[in-house]
């Protein structure tokens, strides 16, 4: 039996201008998924939902082996979330936030809250009002990542950070994995940041999961294949076009499904093949969610 960390299976929800429909998500122990979407995509809608602060209409909700919503306070016991609108008490400096979160949760690590806030430069001494935007995210980060939580559902978490910033928390969650039993599920608009550290991918575009797989196979089967094509020619239409753009003679067909003898069927039918370039994550995500509002199979 596969040990999945979370599973959402036919999640709906309806609002009286949005509605979630037919959420499926299947995040196996130890995975990562980034969960893309553009702002209103229904990204925060799907995590509310996952953490039990919102009943769906339908479907059912597992993780941690736990229904929701109604065992969420045994879930979260073992799930630890972060927020770009995650709120710190402004007056209060960073070692009291740290030993009020230790008192709550039993799993907190001491040894291991001490080497974040040499890892991200924090001084335990300063108050929270006077941290910039990045000390704040990983201050939050810290008091997440030292209860050394099973699960990790971070919501935007590196929204706003400078480079070095970014990559000192990316680098960090990349440590936590070193664990197996450790899962996260990361939601964001910045494809970078999810290719950086995700193996699995769900992409979501109006309320409804547009295309989900592991990465590999996504930056794998993704091509861009740049035509010369002569006056009179008709390129095949083969499996897997998502859409073909053409000016004059040169044209260029987005393919979620390459294969090399595409390109010798793009030949015998009498063009020449220029390029065959590979796409990064975010320009499959864009050709994958216009390909679907437009009808097209990807």
Known sequence: MTDLAVHLDGVSKSYPHFKLDDI???LETGGILGFIGANGAGK???????????????????VLGHRMPDDQAAAKRDIGFASEDLRLYKTA????????????????????????????????????KGLSHGQRVKAELLLVLARRPRLLVLDEPTTGLDPVARQEVLGELMEVLADERRTIFFSSQNTLDVEQISDQISFIDRGRIVDSGDKESFLERWRRVRLDVPPGVVLPSLPGTVSAVGSGRLSVVTTSRFDPAMTSAYQSAGATVHAV??????????????????????
């Open 93 to 128: 400096t960073v070692r009291w936030h740290m030993e009020f979160v230790r008192s709550i949760y039993p799993g907190w690590d001491p040894s291991y809250a001490e080497l974040l806030l040499r890892r991200f430069d924090l001084r335990p001494e300063h108050k929270i």
């Open 44 to 62: 925060s809608t799907t995590i509310r939902i996952l953490m039990g602060l919102v009943r769906q209409d339908g479907g059912a909700v597992e």
């Open 277 to 298: 370039d590979t796409m990064t994550l975010e320009e499959i995500f864009v050709a994958n969610v216009m390909s679907k509002r437009e009808g097209n199979v990807a």
């Open 24 to 26: 499926q998500v299947k």
